[in-house]
């Protein structure tokens, strides 16, 4: 996902005077394009992530269009009352993205782990979150994302996920793409578990359990209407991330769940990570069959839940 | 430190330096002294003045500087000047002032 926002943000940037791009001593050699085209366009602001946000507020106060860029716990927690004060208290057209997401860079270790930026990021008044699927999904949400004057957040794996979308998918904030058709079972999932859940559906199918899968790019604002079909259509929904399962994408459904359907019966499973950090070391895999983050998991807890249905 | 790095010859920055934190004097807590080394030691040119001189200010930051480097300007001032029973007393971190008070300071700085 990493090389497809260089090279989108390259081509942005030929024809958007506006867009600055700044990153935070990361992405060695992944910029050189865009450097190369627009080099009075892009800074390396060094390891200095809080300074970093606080010079594109005062960017975009001039009118530009900052695009910051750094791995996800930097470019988030680190300098969260920047994002807060700087940029969203004065509804700055800022676009954060966030790379290695989730437990994209599960091996780093828990510092690098990001559980909490979709929880940190939503709530902050006037923030847009977006968490796409895959490389083609990421190109429609950075377009979406320079093409209002709202902070937006996005955030993205690192390289090698698995393709969803064949082209650049229709992409509006508070709009979710389906990848899957069924009509027994809803499975939501953001960014880079929508490939999880496509497997989990094809186990689930293979039980004869019709499954529909959507892509949930949109974390804020949630896609309302679909909720509302997804409620009122199928027996079970769950949703999936590689975030904390406090605060995050599951959080805002069972939230709306809660605020606007308390009246029906609707069964709401949530796969996400569990309340701790993760002190071992091991790849992706690893660390999502730590916290139940597999296909075959989920597809299990889903028979057992449609279970206790009956 | 991007400042310099960027040879931002055209920021200045100034500094309302009062020598008081929030609960005592800044050497207290925590001493920010030397304050213009610290600045010139991360790529800043540094002017101290007094932050009650207005002539001062504007010569400090008019007068000729280099072309590639930040400015800083350290401007000494006093928290409360010129109300006479709010100068240099940290209580006015919290407090507000009454009706009578404050048409005592704006008698004593002839605004009324």
């Not at chain 1, 800074?43 to 005062?58: D, P, T």
């Not at chain 1, 950090?277 to 069959?289: M, N, T, V």
């Not at chain 2, 991007?2 to 040879?7: F, R």
């Not at chain 2, 304050?35 to 001189?53: I, L, P, Q, T, Y």
Request: neutral net charge; contains cysteine; aromatic residues 8%.
């Amino acid at each position: 996902m990493r090389n497809a926002f260089a090279d989108e943000i390259t081509q942005l940037a030929a024809s958007n005077r506006q867009l600055v791009m700044l990153s935070a001593d990361i992405g060695n050699r992944l910029f050189d394009k865009f450097k190369a085209a627009q080099s009075e366009r892009f800074y390396n602001c060094g390891v200095a992530e809080a300074n970093m946000i606080s010079m594109a507020s005062g960017l975009a106060s001039c009118g530009l269009k900052p695009v910051c860029y750094t791995i996800t716990p930097f470019i988030t927690a680190r300098c969260f009352e920047q994002i807060r004060i700087d940029v969203c208290y004065h509804n700055m057209p800022v676009v954060i993205v966030g790379t290695g997401s989730g437990l994209s860079y599960a091996s780093l270790g828990a510092t690098h782990h990001s559980l909490d930026d979709i929880a940190l990021m939503r709530t902050l008044p006037g923030m847009r979150v977006f968490a796409p699927a895959d490389s083609m999904e990421l190109r429609s949400c950075l377009r979406a994302a320079l093409k209002d004057p709202s902070p937006t957040y996005i955030r993205i794996g690192k390289k090698g996920e698995p393709n969803i979308f064949p082209s650049p998918p229709d992409f509006k904030p508070g709009t979710w793409n389906k990848v899957r058709s069924g009509n027994h079972v809803s499975l939501l999932a953001a960014g880079n578990m929508v490939p999880v859940a496509v497997d989990a559906a094809q186990i689930l199918e293979s039980k004869h359990i019709s499954v529909q899968v959507f892509s949930c790019a949109s974390i804020k604002p949630l896609d309302e209407q679909c909720l509302v079909q997804i409620f009122d259509n199928t027996s079970l929904t769950a949703t999936l991330e590689e975030h904390s399962l406090i605060g995050g994408f599951g959080s805002a459904v069972a939230e709306w769940l809660s605020d606007k359907r308390s009246q029906n019966k609707c069964y709401l499973l949530r796969f996400g990570a569990a309340d701790r950090f993760l002190h071992e070391s091991g790849e992706q895999d690893h660390a999502r069959k730590v916290f139940g983050l597999t296909s075959i998991n989920i597809a299990d807890k889903v028979i057992q839940a449609l279970g206790k249905i009956k | 430190m991007l400042a310099p790095q960027l040879k931002l010859g055209n920021l200045t920055a100034i500094i309302d330096f009062n020598k008081w934190q929030a609960t005592a004097r800044s050497t207290s807590v925590m001493a920010m002294e030397p304050m213009k080394s610290k600045w010139e030691a991360f790529g800043w040119e540094c002017r101290e003045v007094d932050g009650h001189n207005l002539k001062e200010i504007t010569a400090a930051i008019k007068s000729p500087r280099k072309t590639d480097t930040p400015l800083a300007i350290v401007a000494h001032t006093i928290k409360g000047k010129g109300a006479s029973f709010m100068e240099d007393d940290n209580n006015w971190h919290y407090r507000s002032p009454t009706e009578e008070e404050v048409q005592k300071v704006r008698s004593e700085l002839g605004l009324s």
